[in-house]
């Protein structure tokens, strides 16, 4: 069913907003569902869209990407240049979710 739900996602990727992607990292991260080419997608539509993002989601993603024990170091690297002009609006979790990973 979830490999179901991922294909039926995969038209929708270039609407998704940013707390979208981050929720459906997160969502795999949690369910332990790693699918290398939809987790491809996903980061594709999500790469010009990361200056958008809050950080919360920054650094969700980052955790549910290293849960999932996915790399992919053009991406990281990118997020975490989106992520440090916004550090000083990171909470608690958020520092120690982007640390973790």
Known sequence: ????????????????????????????????????????????????????????????ALWALATLGYTDAAFTTVLLQAAKPKLGSFNPQDLANTLWA
């Open 1 to 60: 069913f979830t490999t179901a739900l991922l294909k039926a996602a995969i038209p929708k990727l270039q609407r998704f907003s940013a707390q979208e992607f981050a929720n459906m990292l997160w969502a795999m991260a949690t369910l332990g569902h790693l699918d290398a080419v939809f987790i491809t997608r996903l980061l594709d539509n999500a790469k010009n869209k990361l200056n958008s993002f809050k950080p919360q989601e920054l650094s969700n």
